[in-house]
């Protein structure tokens, strides 16, 4: 970060970070006891400011941060006493406060594999030489109209000279925002007018781009050459006009030029007003924010020291007559994690900690297995651990319930949609909102006894009870469950404990000679037709891959889990003593597995057990697998360990299948353990299956799923960046070479690619079987669903079920909620649905709700969504419209849908990084755009941004597609202005000159402000830059000028200020992280004044560097 930015950069939040750690700082060199200000200010300067090679803030604002929250308090004679009652919660996500030179590499997306630690760098491209005119112009174009719309929009759109441009609508921060609910032409007056003392010259007026939707006029049609006289007090209309046909929204940049005679020698000065009109429906208006957004401040401090108050835990819910035999140990998590993580943000160092540092840049290998994974899940936890605290609410109040007043009612909106997951027998802790503020606090830990849409039933103690009365405001903490963790870290211990290498790192066969696959008689006739799904049950049966696991790798469509099904039968059938455990990492994916298995009529059901978790609700289990489950009315109840073993097939998901080795199941039971959409677990997750149940030796382990769709969602950066977010699935696809394709494709005794889609139209599958899957998937759908829409008559094109309908909208957020929604896509999204459920022509049949689904990247835009169609007249009425499902990429993975919409949001390209680097949305995530296009099997609908989208290279491709296809409907990007357009018009207006004499303003008067405060003769440079940056924009009431260096080049330029040569030292030392931004800002205002520098002084990584600050701008 740049030094001269940093004060306006750090927030509250970061200042009582810094002084947390100086507190810290003290403790840890025994000088806790000191109080007076000027000596822990010198510490401070002297010792802490620099440790890390990090400039933190000055001591004053520090200290004024902490007094004002209360960690510290300071006497009138001169001492300081901090408060120490605060413990620090670091976030994984917060980067540095400052570039540092060895950063780290930035974090991976979930599933990603990871570079190799020692990868080289590639080296950067060579200094290119001196730029054509055009290129020239466009590169400084592109920075004008950026400094128009950023840096110095201060400059452009303050009113000046006495010269006022206004509108019949309200301007705010150089805005108009013009709203129309009907594709008719909208006019607005913009105003021109003299509030000066001397007349001025009205001589040209321009917008920035191309108006496809506007139109500008006026009376006297304004020109250079026909530049209009405004007398004093005299005001001038201009009109614009605007219309669009199509939804969304349109902007435009207006600029007016002036000047104070007409003489060619007076320089021009400009005024610039933004246009944001947005063509909406009625219902679209109603989904805009419904408060502005503020985001809400995560408290990363929690009290050192509190008394929980242990609450009542459900009565026993779960009648367990399987004993626990094998412990599970807590697995705490060590205290040096948190500062850990910022060792790998590179904010920290801590030489102590340089070995678990190099234990995780090291490679996955069986002698690092146990030490690696559980660092890796500590990381996670510790991330985990901050995450939940998102979802704690202050003030909230909670009444006894009125069927059992031991229990008290907490509303928690959300809740019915994991956010947070809350599931019976976890626990909140509740403290007294009086209470909150306390040096020690109590905290009352209330059980889950019920999860009832949005609101959970809670059991205290006595103690609460005693005192309570109805509507009592509480704070609200969440905690993380720790089961499923700690079941993970035994279970890679328990790996290699009981030496699973040869099936977590397979190098073969045993067999030398694998005998040929049996021949079988496949209950699913369906598989005699599919020679892949009939080759992977067969070598399956053999155990071609042992000890190895065998993989079935399944794209979209292609009968994955028919095949697992019909695997699991033929074992039970014809391998004598053959015992099965099935798995899936989610309820609903180990519920199919079970269901397929009991209605499939050649397994006899009762062999057949459903294994559900203590905390599973009996409401939420289907009827169908009831009589075949531990559920007998509403409660769960575990079978002793003898009953269990007595049925053939077992089916849980991965976590219950820890509560198998904790009872004590022998090693070998299972002769068989398959784990479906193994993809989506982490690798310790799919080995809590395997770890203490599997015999290495003789047992077959069979993991299917999709590499290419989405992986395990994770939290801490630093765990998918080091290869937690790796499936086993996807590692063993990647990394062993038993895996891996050749020249004449997979080796089948080990994996079987299935390449039959029976669900999509072959456009649907074109794309996404082109780029993931090499092109070898056939499209095998039943023509009579798959070709439904072919005809359908708002199609684009006929024939061709897949449409791209562009629509330019705007990201917006509301309230404290982070996420993104567009209303602009709503509305689009609306109006396919009215065609979609209204239709039944052309033979086509009328659809259901339930064979719908909308997809949409970010919550907020997903509650819009199901918030329109409740207020729609016409939607809200269909029969089954309840059934219609909107819901997220991940929630709709494993399912399908006759039609697929889907809503992408984003619209804004300064959110893109924020996407990229939080693992959201569709850009730059290829395994999300991959799951959300395959769900369809009749017709695609996407809509979206065409402009922004095309910046990725996968949603490129599709777009283009789309046009080629002429599937491509909405905003017309074929009549996008040529950038040397803009250009010409950017550089007419030479606003390049303006820009160099506002900055050399701002100068002046910084000058005057040194005289004020008789400061005058101070000359550091790095002095001034401080009082520039902390003190010269309060005086303005907090403006934002441009950067010190800016400034002095440019009374330097002005012959108002020199340089000594330290002064310039900047120019002639190396480019680096520590400099790059400053060095960037300077050279391209250099540029500007005609100053040009030999950029070849800087050293060869100076391309590379300024790409990604061009990218990060």
């Not at 009290?303 to 819910?317: K, Q, W």
């Not at 299935?754 to 499209?779: C, Q, T, W």
């Not at 040569?1061 to 540029?1087: K, V």
Request: net charge positive; hydrophobic share 35%; with cysteine.
């Amino acid at each position: 970060m740049n030094r001269k930015n940093r004060k306006n950069q750090l927030s509250k939040d970061d200042l009582r970070a810094v002084g947390c750690d100086f507190i810290e700082f003290l403790a840890e060199s025994k000088r806790r006891s000191i109080t007076d200000r000027t000596i822990l200010k010198n510490i401070y300067n002297e010792e802490f400011r620099h440790r890390d090679g990090v400039r933190d803030p000055n001591f004053s604002s520090v200290l004024f941060v902490l007094r004002n929250c209360s960690n510290a308090r300071i006497t009138r004679s001169g001492h300081v006493y901090f408060n120490s009652n605060v413990r620090v919660l670091h976030d994984q996500w917060h980067r540095p406060r400052r570039k540092q030179q060895n950063q780290a590499t930035p974090p991976l997306s979930n599933g990603s594999s990871p570079p190799p630690p020692t990868a080289q760098v590639p080296d950067p491209p060579s200094v290119p030489g001196p730029e054509d005119g055009v290129r020239g112009r466009r590169k400084l174009s592109k920075a004008l109209l950026k400094r128009i719309n950023t840096t110095e929009r201060s400059v452009f759109i303050s009113d000046k000279s006495g010269v006022r441009v206004s509108s019949e609508l309200q301007i705010e921060d150089g805005m108009i925002q013009l709203f129309v609910e009907k594709a008719e032409i909208c006019e607005l007056k913009l105003f021109v007018e003299n509030t000066g003392q001397d007349a001025v010259y009205f001589t040209y007026y321009t917008a920035l781009h191309w108006l496809q939707y506007f139109t500008l006029e006026d009376s006297r049609r304004v020109t250079r050459n026909n530049p209009l006289r405004l007398e004093p007090c005299e005001k001038y209309e201009v009109t614009l006009r605007f219309k669009a046909e199509q939804i969304g929204v349109y902007p435009a940049t207006l600029a007016f030029e002036f000047k104070e005679n007409t003489q060619p020698a007076t320089r021009p000065f400009h005024i610039v007003r933004f246009i944001q009109a947005e063509y909406r429906s009625e219902l679209a208006a109603l989904l805009g924010p419904e408060a502005p957004f503020r985001p809400k401040r995560l408290e990363t401090y929690e009290p050192a020291r509190c008394n929980i108050d242990e609450g009542v835990p459900p009565e026993s819910f779960a009648r367990n007559l399987l004993k626990f035999v094998v412990p599970l140990d807590n697995y705490t998590r060590p205290s040096y994690i948190s500062d850990l993580a910022e060792v790998l943000k590179g904010s920290r160092s801590f030489p102590k900690l340089q070995e678990q540092k190099s234990l995780l840049e090291s490679d996955l290998g069986f002698h690092n297995y146990k030490e690696r994974f559980d660092l890796l899940l500590y990381l996670e936890e510790d991330q985990m651990r901050l995450d939940i605290k998102r979802y704690n609410k202050d003030d909230v109040s909670m009444v006894k319930d009125c069927e059992n007043k031991r229990l008290l009612v907490l509303e928690l909106p959300g809740v019915s949609e994991n956010r947070p997951s809350v599931l019976r027998g976890d626990h909140l802790l509740l403290t007294k909102s009086e209470e909150v503020q306390l040096s020690t606090v109590t905290k009352y830990k209330g059980y889950v006894h019920r999860v009832e849409l949005d609101q959970v039933k809670l059991g205290f103690s006595r103690r609460l009870l005693d005192g309570f009365i109805d509507n009592m405001k509480f704070r609200v903490e969440f905690t993380v469950n720790r089961l499923p963790l700690k079941l993970q870290h035994r279970a890679v211990h328990m790996a290699v404990q009981h030496e699973l290498r040869d099936v977590l790192f397979p190098v073969g066969s045993r067999s030398v000679t694998p005998e040929s696959p049996p021949a079988l008689r496949l209950f699913d006739q369906k598989l005699d037709k599919n020679p892949e799904q009939k080759n992977a049950v067969c070598n399956i049966v053999a155990g071609t891959s042992k000890p190895a696991p065998y993989l079935v790798f399944g794209p979209p469509g292609t009968g994955k889990t028919v095949t697992i099904v019909e695997a699991i039968k033929q074992v039970e059938k014809n391998i004598p003593g053959a015992y099965i455990l099935a798995c899936a990492p989610s309820n609903s994916a180990a519920d199919q597995l079970c269901e397929k298995l009991i209605t499939s009529e050649h397994v006899d059901a009762r062999k057949i057990y459903r294994v559900y978790a203590s905390s599973r609700n009996p409401k939420d289990i289907l009827k169908v697998l009831e009589k075949n489950s531990n559920v007998e009315g509403n409660t769960i109840i575990f079978p002793c360990k003898e009953d269990l073993m007595s049925y053939k097939i077992l089916v849980s998901t991965l976590v219950t299948a820890g509560r198998l080795v904790s009872g004590g199941f022998p090693i070998g039971h299972f002769s068989h353990i398959f784990v479906d959409e193994a993809g989506h677990a982490v690798e310790p997750e799919a080995i809590i299956s395997v770890a203490g149940l599997l015999n290495a030796e003789t047992g077959q382990l069979v993991l299917a799923g999709d590499p290419k769709q989405l992986g395990p969602i994770l939290r801490s950066p630093f765990a998918i960046r080091y290869g937690l977010g790796l499936s086993l699935l996807e590692r063993l696809m990647t990394q062993n070479e038993l895996y891996q394709k050749g020249t004449t494709g997979y080796d089948n005794r080990y994996v079987t690619k299935l390449l039959r889609n029976y669900r999509s139209h072959p456009s649907i599958l074109k794309i996404p079987n082109e780029m993931f899957y090499d092109g070898e998937l056939v499209a095998c759908a039943d023509e009579m669903i798959s070709h439904q829409y072919c005809m359908w008559e708002h199609l684009p094109k006929s024939g061709f079920p897949v449409i791209f309908h562009g629509v330019i909208g705007k990201d917006e957020r509301e309230s404290n909620s982070p996420s993104f929604f567009n209303t602009s896509e709503i509305d689009i999204i609306i109006d396919y649905m009215k065609k979609l459920l209204t239709q039944a022509k052309k033979g086509i049949a009328k659809i259901s709700p339930k064979e719908i689904g909308i997809i949409a990247p970010y919550r907020k835009q997903v509650e819009k969504i199901r918030k329109a169609i409740k207020l729609h007249r016409e939607l809200k009425s269909f029969l089954g419209i309840e059934e219609l499902k909107v819901g997220s990429v991940e929630e709709f993975q494993g399912q399908e849908r006759k039609v697929i919409i889907v809503s992408t949001v984003r619209s804004d390209k300064k959110h893109i990084i924020l996407d990229e680097t939080f693992n959201i949305g569709f850009l730059k995530n290829e395994k999300r755009f991959n799951v959300a296009v395959t769900r369809a099997k009749s017709l695609l609908i996407m809509v979206g941004n065409p402009i922004i989208l095309r910046t990725d290279a996968t949603w490129g491709r599709f777009i283009n597609y789309c046009i080629e296809e002429e599937g491509y409907t909405g905003y017309d990007i074929s009549n996008l202005e040529e950038t040397d357009a803009v250009v010409e018009r950017l550089l007419a207006l030479n606003i390049r000159e303006e820009i160099i004499a506002a900055v050399h303003t701002i100068g002046l008067d910084f000058i005057e402000m040194l005289e004020e405060t008789n400061r005058r003769a101070i000359t550091d440079r790095n002095t001034l830059g401080d009082i520039y940056n902390e003190e010269f924009p309060d005086r303005d009431g907090g403006v934002k000028h441009p950067n010190f260096s800016r400034v002095i080049f440019a009374m330097r330029n002005a012959n108002k200020a020199r340089l000594s040569r330290s002064g310039r030292s900047l120019l002639q030392s190396p480019l680096g992280f520590h400099n790059y931004a400053e060095c960037f800002d300077l050279l391209l205002y250099l540029e500007e004044c005609k100053m040009h520098v030999d950029i070849k002084r800087y050293n060869k990584d100076q391309v590379t560097l300024l790409k990604d600050y061009d990218h990060q701008s």
